[in-house]
């Protein structure tokens, strides 16, 4: 089974300016990433997607694939996964016949998942007839969707779920878990992508992952949450 391991990065970023390449405690947030692709067992390709020749050069240093440069039009606010995923597997199609069974996307902003979570996720594919796994972590019970409202324009507060008030008043240890998806694994069928336009496809396994290792940097808050990951490990 080919199974490509794709990891996409553009040189833009408005939240932390050079966010991928940006040292997090002495390595490049992207690094992290690369070093976990390298480490998985499973993957049979890793491949970078990305418009920043600093950043190809640096996945190349590490020895990841980068065959192309991403057009700008797919590298900016508006452009879309599924638009730099199609362009990624036309173009290896096109040019090596290349079409591998299955796609891993690893973003970068998830620096501390491992090279056992990807594997763990592709054998859950591979184990399975789903059309895809996703990553995720539980949500502290204060998000629970029992205890989220909206309020209407006639300023009276409504459930968000739906419910009645009377979901205010479940125990929080009698109530669901839930989940949100924390944006380090992503692995589905390359049929379903071309089939159905999806990486989700209609049937989705979850992987659920330890909070320690969810942690997703949109912000720079996030990104000192992921220094506090780092300097809690190094201290353990």
């Not at 700008?72 to 173009?91: G, R, T, V, W």
């Not at 694994?185 to 969810?214: C, D, H, Q, W």
Request: aromatic residues 10%; proline residues 5%; glycine residues 8%.
């Amino acid at each position: 089974m080919e199974v490509l391991g794709l990891i996409p990065a553009r040189g833009g970023s408005k939240g932390i300016p050079g966010k991928n390449i940006k040292p997090l405690l002495g390595k490049p947030l992207i690094g992290y990433t690369f070093e976990s692709a390298l480490s998985s067992t499973l993957l049979t390709r890793r491949l970078l997607t990305t418009d920043s020749k600093d950043i190809a050069d640096l996945g190349l240093k590490y020895g990841i694939e980068v065959p192309f440069l991403r057009p700008s039009e797919l590298a900016d606010d508006n452009s879309s996964a599924f638009e730099y995923i199609e362009h990624c597997l036309q173009f290896l199609e096109t040019s090596e016949g290349y079409c591998p069974d299955v796609v891993v996307l690893l973003q970068p902003t998830c620096p501390f998942r491992e090279g056992q979570d990807i594997d763990f996720c592709i054998s859950l594919l591979e184990s399975s007839d789903a059309d895809s796994v996703v990553s995720v972590s539980a949500l502290p019970t204060k998000y629970h969707p029992n205890w989220q409202f909206k309020v209407s324009e006639d300023g009276l507060l409504h459930s968000f779920s739906g419910g009645g008030w009377g979901e205010l008043a479940i125990a929080r240890q009698h109530l669901d878990a839930t989940y949100t998806r924390n944006g380090a694994v992503y692995v589905f069928r390359r049929k379903i992508f071309n089939n159905l336009n999806t990486i989700y496809g209609n049937k989705v396994l979850a992987y659920i992952m330890p909070e320690e290792r969810s942690v997703n940097i949109d912000d720079l808050d996030d990104w000192q949450k992921a220094e506090a990951v780092i300097v809690k490990k190094q201290k353990s």
